[in-house]
């Protein structure tokens, strides 16, 4: 069975740092592509990040020079770095598993991360 | 920046159909997913590369795409199909995921 499990998430200052983890089960992360897509409160979804299978990496506008995404194949998990985080930053994070190009077809429960002094 | 609308509602009695728009620009050359999102959850793909739909979807979800306009129709609607939707891209030119700004579905 596939299952998609965040963890990492929580409250941080402006300016702070925050690593979130996906660890995934029931196939291989590095054999995918993988996105990190967000959700602010009462907002839409916007797409963060995404790694493919070959390791290329491409980031939104809005988090590119800030996060960093990456992946550890020993242990099968997906990971965001992020850093100089901003209060506009405040999401739930999900990791989600595109199937081959057509479309995002598992997605993990989501991970809130509240940027606030 | 690729740009993907759609209506913030639409609401629809039960047992009718409900058709949610998604519009952006020649998106007819564009495979488009579709995903329902109840509170609290995590988004669920119903239909993708257009009109395709994951095993377990019904096949009361329904999609189409031409023009300027991709559509995503729910017959037969139920009170269970009450939820956000939202349409999904890839735009090749940046490599960037788009999503759409979201439709909110009420059913009466």
């Known amino acids: 069975e596939v299952q998609l499990v965040e963890s990492g998430g929580g409250l941080v200052q402006p300016g702070g740092s925050l690593r979130l983890s996906c660890a995934a089960s029931?196939?291989?992360?590095?054999?995918?592509?993988m996105s990190w897509v967000r959700q602010a409160p009462g907002k839409g979804l916007e797409w963060v990040s995404v790694?493919?299978?070959?390791?290329?990496?491409y980031y939104a506008d809005s988090v590119k020079g800030r996060f960093t995404i990456s992946r550890d194949n020993s242990k099968n998990t997906l990971y965001l770095q992020m850093n100089s985080l901003r209060a506009e930053d405040t999401a739930v994070y999900y990791c989600?598993?595109?199937?081959?190009?057509?479309?995002?077809?598992?997605w993990g429960q989501g991970t809130l991360v509240t940027v606030s002094s | 920046s690729y740009v993907l609308t759609q209506p913030p509602s639409v609401s629809v009695a039960p047992g009718q159909t409900a058709r949610i728009t998604c519009g952006g620009n020649?998106?007819?050359?564009?495979?488009v997913h579709w995903y329902q999102q109840k509170p609290g959850q995590a988004p669920v793909l119903v239909v993708y590369?257009?009109?395709d739909r994951p095993s377990g979807i019904p096949e009361r979800f329904s999609g189409s795409n031409s023009g300027n306009t991709a559509t995503l129709t729910i017959s037969r609607v139920e009170a269970g199909d009450e939820a956000d939707y939202y349409c999904?891209?890839?735009?090749?030119?940046?490599?960037?995921?788009?999503f759409g700004t979201g439709t909110k579905v009420t059913v009466l």
């Open positions: 790694i493919y299978s070959g390791g290329s990496t």
């Open positions: 989600a598993r595109e199937m081959g190009g057509s479309g995002f077809d598992y």
């Open positions: 590369d257009d009109s």
């Open positions: 999904q891209v890839w735009d090749s030119s940046s490599d960037f995921y788009v």
């Open positions: 029931g196939f291989t992360v590095s054999s995918n592509y």
């Open positions: 020649n998106i007819g050359s564009k495979s």
